[in-house]
């Protein structure tokens, strides 16, 4: 996710460099009067949220602390689960312990693959390049730590979403936090708890869908298109409406009009952007193969002498801290939704499955872009977000601003669809099934898509970025209380595995046993 | 869903077309002139790769179980030209890739040849798109017969 340009006092300034159109597209009287009814209720909600403390000259939100404290606390508990099993989660993915029997059903792939095109967006390419223009190229190392700590979250919060998933007759399958909240919680003694938890969460989650997963990336995706089609003089420039509207059609058709065609094409192009992206990057690093070294050496040193940044090593942990926690969603929840479809006996190994997905986009995507913005030398131009990103790749490939461009958008249009699908269903799980229910919150959505482009929003995205991580208060403290539950899991899981009752499946030996 | 039979059987791919209901014809007089069996083959094409949005993973499930009724009623009559003429027949409906399964069912069940349709495309369309008559002739462990 991407929502590291609503933070305290610095934020403000921040935004106003990388995104100048905001300021000035619209001064309509209309977005300043609904900017001043919803200010005071926002800035509230926000400020409570980010609550930051000041630690060595920097703003630090105890939201990431809280974040990297429980990835922290699941990483000891599970003993290093990330590490121990990171072999046996790419097992899974290829599909080595899949049964051919169940060819058909959603793959360890499939659930991994659509939970990633909801978490990859713009947090990996604009929000890296915030945290080491303010944290130096040493925020990079602290942020491939909190990536790797993130996994055991991930492992942590999936595997309850499938335990603890709805099956219902028809065949359909849903889970996510609000069920292991009400039911696990339930198990464990503490239904009222467990109810309350869950509601919270679904209300945050509404939130942060129609906010961060929505209006934030129609408002970033446009701000995107300007910049490449002329800037000021763009022929869209001020027309942010028009883009909402268009996309908002777009989506619409998909989510409402179920026109999968659509929905097929970006999931066939989002990938190949992402693997445009990685590919590009790579180009970049080993045809600057020679300064690699320097690069890590500048990452290492960075990391703990913090030199040339403000704030110097707390600086350098802070900003890497906050782009991990930003970026993977580890400990929100949200990725539990998109999991919990796979068809698997066992819980667990959708949490291992899930713990690769910090690690590709953390530890690979977004280092990636910290190693080349590091590289390309373009560090010290005094650029920051989308357009220091744009200016190091620009430094290999002068058209790749262009692709940058594209693959925002696409993004942003991936990471909307998937998070119309998290606030759906914890709309659902609120407000109950039903047709009519489900139109009236995808029309809501549409609209919000239209608002969040043509608007400078800035109080309205501040509340609803922080309700996307308001989503973790109750999540996580779920997770502190299921954690056993996990544990148990992966006994039961390796001592079948010891038993040899699950057993990879030898595709070539079945075939061979017969002949 | 099948037990393999003693008698070593004909494969045949079934997709529903009118070029397959002409191999069903063609695979029921060689059966019957060689008294051998007949084995039915449907397969759903599937990749664990391919990409789902969360809404299709969560419905996929319901999918599926329609996509498999679907095809036993697709393949309904095909099976009742074996019945009425007293051939030995199993089938099996199967999610994959159509080639590689076919040449893996028709090695486990040990078939002496596979017999397909042709979808009757162009040449070219042939070339641009796969074809599963063409694969199999490359890959396949026995002979194969395409009916025109």
Redesign the interface.
């Given at each position: 996710m991407s929502c590291q340009y609503k933070l305290p006092a610095w934020a403000a300034g921040i935004t106003a460099t990388i995104f100048p159109f905001t300021a000035m597209a619209q001064e309509g009287s209309l977005d300043q009067r609904i900017n001043e009814t919803v200010a005071p209720i926002s800035n509230v909600i926000a400020g409570a949220i980010f609550y930051s403390v000041p630690i060595a000259g920097n703003d630090f939100p105890l939201i990431v602390g809280w974040l990297v404290i429980a990835a922290a606390i699941f990483t000891l508990y599970f003993g290093f689960v990330q590490f121990r099993k990171f072999g046996h989660a790419i097992a899974l993915v290829k599909?080595d312990y899949?049964h051919?029997d169940d060819?058909?059903?959603?793959?360890h792939?499939?659930?991994l693959?659509?939970a990633l095109?909801?978490t990859v967006g713009l947090g990996n390419i604009a929000g890296v390049a915030v945290a080491v223009s303010i944290g130096g190229p040493g925020a990079t190392f602290w942020m491939i730590l909190a990536g790797l700590m993130g996994m055991a979250s991930k492992f942590t919060e999936c595997t309850l979403g499938v335990k603890y998933r709805n099956e219902y007759p028809?065949?359909?399958?849903?889970g996510g936090p609000m069920y292991y909240l009400s039911k696990g919680l339930a198990e464990k003694g503490k239904p009222g708890l467990g109810k309350a938890l869950a509601i919270l969460f679904s209300i945050c989650c509404i939130g942060g869908a129609v906010g961060g997963g929505n209006m934030f990336q129609a408002n970033q995706a446009f701000q995107q298109v300007v910049n490449v089609t002329g800037g000021e003089n763009s022929f869209l420039a001020g027309s942010g409406w028009l883009f909402g509207l268009i996309m908002a059609v777009i989506v619409g058709s998909v989510?409402i009009g179920g026109i999968?065609s659509i929905?097929k094409v970006t999931?066939?192009i989002v990938?190949f952007m992402a693997v445009i992206y990685v590919t590009a990057g790579l180009v970049i690093i080993i045809s600057n193969i020679g300064m690699v070294g320097q690069a890590f050496s500048d990452i290492f040193v960075g990391a703990f002498t913090g030199a040339g940044v403000a704030g110097g090593v707390v600086g350098a942990l802070i900003q890497g801290f906050k782009r991990a926690a930003f970026s993977n969603e580890a400990g929100i929840g949200s990725a539990a939704?998109?999991h919990s479809?796979?068809?698997t006996k066992e819980p667990v190994t959708e949490g291992y499955v899930a713990l690769l997905e910090p690690f590709i986009d953390t530890v690979v995507i977004c280092t990636m872009t910290a190693l080349v913005i590091t590289i390309s030398g373009e560090l010290n131009s005094g650029l920051t977000g989308v357009e220091l990103t744009s200016a190091a790749f620009a430094s290999a490939f002068t058209w790749f601003p262009l692709v940058l461009a594209l693959a925002v958008v696409l993004f942003a249009f991936s990471t909307m669809?998937?998070w119309s699908?998290?606030g759906l269903k914890a709309w659902t799980y609120l407000v109950g099934e039903g047709k009519g229910k489900e139109i009236i919150f995808k029309l809501f959505f549409c609209l919000c898509v239209i608002v969040g482009a043509s608007m400078s929003l800035g109080p309205v995205i501040d509340f609803s970025d922080s309700m996307i991580f308001a989503m973790a208060i109750p999540n996580v403290i779920g997770l502190y209380l299921l954690m056993s539950v996990v544990r148990g899991e992966v006994n039961q899981y390796w001592a079948k595995i010891e038993r040899g009752e699950i057993r990879k499946v030898d595709?070539s030996a079945?075939?061979e046993a017969?002949? | 869903m099948s037990q393999?039979p003693s008698v070593k059987p004909i494969l045949i791919g079934y997709d529903g077309t009118e070029a397959a209901d002409r191999a069903v014809q063609f695979t029921a007089n060689r059966a019957a002139a060689e008294g051998c069996p007949v084995h039915v083959i449907y397969v759903?094409e599937?990749s664990?790769?391919?990409?789902?949005?969360?809404?299709?993973?969560?419905?996929?499930?319901?999918r599926?179980?329609e996509?498999?009724s679907r095809a036993e009623a697709t393949l309904a009559p095909a099976l009742r030209v074996f019945i009425d003429r007293k051939i030995p027949m199993t089938y099996e409906v199967?999610?994959?890739h159509s080639g590689e399964l076919i040449c893996?069912i028709a090695?486990?069940k040990?078939a002496t040849q596979i017999v397909l349709g042709r979808k009757g495309g162009t040449a070219l369309g042939a070339r641009l798109l796969g074809s599963l008559a063409l694969t199999l002739v490359q890959a396949s462990p026995v002979p194969v017969t395409v009916v025109p």
């Open positions: 599909g899949s051919p060819a058909g059903e959603v793959s792939f499939q659930a693959a659509t095109s909801g028809d065949g359909r399958v849903s989510i999968k929905a999931e066939k990938p939704i998109a479809a796979v068809r669809l998937s699908y998290y595709k079945t075939a017969e002949t | 393999t759903l599937w664990p790769y391919s990409f789902l949005s969360a809404q299709e993973l969560e419905e996929r499930h319901q599926r179980t996509e498999l199967r999610y994959g893996q090695k486990e040990k």
